[in-house]
């Protein structure tokens, strides 16, 4: 997809890029949705006291993968016709601030769709129907959660945007250069998206069980749930947790 953006830049040729962006798109959804339901689902079973293990992650997940394609077929399917939007018409701003309101009710209606296909055995459609609801009864929560979520990986993820900017910029007068820029930053962007995904996931799964059961999970108390953050201390508990709890006996 980054060699794509690169050789449409320079060809001035968007049609590259959104044919790279419609292909790519699938198969990472189908990724991230599917290691994302296997560590909730250990997650989950390790606040209840059970000893879940990677493995048993990884077989839940396989159960549901039909759920996880069909989900992620769908994902993928809105993310390009946000892209078109941008692209039809002749009055560009509008198409942009009405793909961008809709890529923001999109992402703040199915905040919990995840956790839904991990926890309860319900289609791609039921988990969004489940994620609308929570999200309308604990809207404050998932909403800040996000935003500090993002905003603190946001500084992490410099050197690795720095790098692929710097590839793209190259690629036009030296392909070679370009490329390897290019890899270099998606090299140190990687890790710091990996524990991005990861922190979230422990985050909106916290939230699922209040918003559900109100009971208080994993790092987080019940005011941590109710209270917008403030200086990201309760990131920093789900990163503590998931590094004592996951990491470790994973390794």
Known sequence: LALAAAASGRRGHETVLLVSFAVALYPVTVSSTFFNVALMHVVSQRWKGQQASVRDGLLLARQ???????????????????QLVQRIGHFAWIERLLALMLNLAWSVATFFVVPALALEDIGP??????S?????RRWPES????????????????????????????????????????????????????????????????????????????????EDLQRPFRGGEHIGRARRWIKTRVLRRAL
């Not at 394609?69 to 809105?78: D, E, F, K, Q």
Request: charged share 5%; glycine share 12%; aromatic share 8%.
């Open 143 to 222: 909403l800040t959660g996000s935003i500090a979520i993002g905003g603190a990986a946001g500084f992490a993820l410099i050197p690795g945007m720095l790098g692929c900017i710097a590839g793209i910029a190259a690629f036009s007068s030296d392909p070679v250069s370009g490329a390897i820029l290019l890899m270099m930053g998606v090299a140190m962007a990687l890790p710091v998206m990996l524990y991005l995904s990861a922190t979230s996931a422990v985050f909106s799964l916290a939230v699922w069980e209040y918003a559900n059961h109100g009971v208080q999970s994993g790092p987080f108390s019940a």
């Open 64 to 82: 549901r993968l039909g759920t996880i394609l069909a989900w992620s077929l769908l994902a993928a399917t809105v993310g390009v016709a946000m």
């Open 132 to 136: 609308s609801s929570v999200v309308r």
């Open 125 to 130: 459609l039921a988990a969004v129907k489940r």
